[in-house]
């Protein structure tokens, strides 16, 4: 069950995901889902949209492995400040999510009015950061804590609304000497281009489905991204992993390990740390289980031999 990423060998192939606002599924935030993955030796990804810091992360975590997601802000002293807290708390790898440098379309939000990034919920990180702190202060004359609806605004506009080049990847590369890894990859052109500015990695991943309406699935490109970029760097999964044998079909195809999101969110919300942890270990057991029902010894025994692509609707033929 286990697999080696980035020279460090993990338990199995689950990651998991990082999910802003925490908090709206249970009041543990991100601290209480950090020490479930802790205990399952299954590596925490945390979210720039938290409701936490790394530093109570890291203390929740303790020696479980962690990886923070950066959205990538406007301000370079901004995100070295971050990139530097991370660094110090025992965060390993960086994941840059490309996707959401502007919020899709959700009507549904709209209809709710549900933005919780205005009440201060899920802008942790600008609101700790001495940097953001200063340079807030030093624009509006009051403290984050004095304003925290202007200054949780202030920090949104940092990491909404302007989208970064691919030269820019040098600058992270040079300040971030971990893993660099690049979410939100749909298309070969794109892996390759992560690949030549200097990444270890790629996530390919729709944002879950959430960003943008009719996009394709990552499944139906991860084949043509693992087979031009494969050989030469890590290549992650993520979006729509409900069950071991979703993850065997992700592997098989090429993915390196996957992302599991929304499920473990379910659970947590329902039953906190308990909830959450019965999930993860539920899906190892059916990723365990599901590998040994259909004969295959190992994770590196995931390969395109096991699957056959079975053909739909107007693609059957009679």
């Known amino acids: 069950m286990s697999t080696t990423l980035f020279g460090q060998k993990y338990r199995s192939p689950i990651l998991m995901a990082p999910i802003g606002v925490q908090s709206l599924a249970h009041p543990d935030k991100e601290p209480g ?10 590596p925490y990804i945390m979210s720039s949209a938290a409701n936490s810091s790394f530093e109570e992360v890291a203390t ?6 962690r990886w923070y997601q950066l959205y990538w ?4 002293e901004i995100t070295l400040s971050l990139l530097e807290r991370a660094r110090q708390n025992g965060f390993d790898a960086l994941v840059v999510t490309l996707d959401t440098w502007s919020l899709a379309w959700r009507p549904a939000d709209l209809d709710n009015g549900f933005l919780p990034f205005l009440a201060g919920n899920g802008t942790e990180f600008g609101l700790s950061d001495h940097v ?3 340079k807030y202060k030093g624009k509006t004359g009051s403290t984050v804590h004095e304003d925290i609806a202007g200054a949780s605004t202030e920090w949104m506009a940092q990491i909404v609304g302007r989208n970064h080049t691919w030269d820019e990847v040098a600058f992270l590369r040079k300040a971030w ?12 052109q794109d892996a390759k281009a992560a690949l030549t500015h200097g990444c270890d990695g790629i996530v390919v991943s729709n944002h879950g489905g959430r960003q943008l309406d009719g996009a394709i699935g ?6 043509e991204i ?3 970029v494969g050989s030469e760097m890590t290549v992650l999964f993520d979006s729509g992993i409900r069950t071991g044998s979703d993850i065997i079909k992700a592997l098989a195809l090429g993915a390196h390990a996957i992302l599991v999101g929304r499920p473990v969110m379910y659970g947590y919300a ?3 740390k308990p909830g959450a942890k019965a999930v993860l270990q539920g899906l190892l057991a059916d990723l365990h289980l599901s590998m040994a029902t259909a004969g295959i010894p190992s994770i590196g025994a995931c390969n395109r031999e096991v699957l056959r692509k079975t053909p739909l609707g107007k693609d059957a033929k009679l």
């Open 132 to 134: 953001f702190q200063a």
């Open 60 to 65: 929740a975590s303790g020696p479980g492995k």
């Open 270 to 272: 329902v039953n906190g």
């Open 177 to 188: 000497s971990g893993p660099l890894i690049l979410k939100g990859i749909q298309h070969v």
């Open 73 to 76: 802000p406007k301000d370079n």
């Open 226 to 228: 693992v087979e031009a």
């Open 218 to 223: 990552s499944l139906d490109v991860l084949p």
């Open 33 to 42: 889902l950090a020490e479930v993955c802790s205990e399952l030796d299954i």
